[in-house]
T-cell receptor, first 111, second 115 residues
Framework: DAKTTQPPSMDCAEGRAANLPCNHS???????VYWYRQIHSQGPQYIIH???NNETNEMASLIITEDRKSSTLILPHATLRDTAVYYC????????????FGKGTKLTVNP | DSGVTQTPKHLITATGQRVTLRCSPR?????VYWYQQSLDQGLQFLIQ???????AKGNILERFSAQQFPDLHSELNLSSLELGDSALYFC??????????????FGEGSRLTVL
């Protein structure tokens, strides 16, 4: 069972920042937060992950609250190609636990 | 391009038949994962292999089986096919288990249609 809660859908204007929230109130100390996205019927794509600190890469930024019960994925300048389903997943690093995808958030970037 | 290759891309078959889906992981990746995605179920984890051995099992039906060969490619065998088996089947690979980054690389999927 997915351990996260995400809004089913969000809209964002092209060129603006897209902020996708995720609640993971039962996260334990050794669990990481991972974000993947899936553009229509393509294979899911890894975006970013983090444990406690905020993380940034060329695709996005991940902001994790101090209590680690929620996080936000930020796409700083959304483009039409960012329209996808975004999945927030919590996972024990290095464990045998597999990635469990919930329903995710369908982000639609509008022109 | 993730580096993970899946064949065939599309497959149409009849109920009761058997099919084999093939996956070639990224060069150097030891782990292979299989996922099923149908319209009403979302992405469902089926099974994971690490360096030839089964490592984790998910919601894989008894009619389905998989294996990872010495060259690290993997095959997913689906038998006694039913209409409900129509889905996208994704293969993913990673360096080893979920270390070091927990980053899985997914292929483009094999779309199975059972008529």
């Amino acid at each position: 069972d997915a351990k996260t809660t995400q809004p089913p859908s969000m809209d964002c204007a092209e060129g603006r920042a897209a902020n996708l929230p995720c609640n993971h109130s039962t996260i334990s100390g050794n669990e990481y937060v991972y974000w993947y996205r899936q553009i229509h019927s393509q294979g899911p794509q890894y975006i970013i992950h983090g444990l406690k600190n905020n993380e940034t890469n060329e695709m996005a930024s991940l902001i994790i609250t101090e209590d680690r019960k929620s996080s936000t994925l930020i796409l700083p300048h959304a483009t039409l190609r960012d329209t996808a389903v975004y999945y927030c997943i919590v996972l024990t690093q290095g464990g045998s636990e597999k990635l469990v995808f919930g329903k995710g958030t369908k982000l639609t970037v509008n022109p | 391009d993730s580096g993970v290759t899946q064949t065939p891309k599309h497959l149409i078959t009849a109920t009761g038949q058997r099919v084999t889906l093939r996956c070639s992981p990224r060069s150097g990746d030891l782990s292979v994962y299989w996922y099923q995605q149908s319209l009403d179920q979302g992405l469902q984890f089926l099974i994971q292999y690490y360096n030839g051995e089964e490592r984790a099992k998910g919601n894989i039906l008894e009619r389905f089986s998989a294996q990872q060969f010495p060259d690290l490619h993997s095959e997913l065998n689906l038998s006694s096919l039913e209409l409900g088996d129509s889905a996208l089947y994704f293969c993913a690979s990673s360096v080893g288990g979920l270390d070091p980054a927990g980053e899985l690389f997914f292929g483009e999927g094999s779309r199975l249609t059972v008529l």
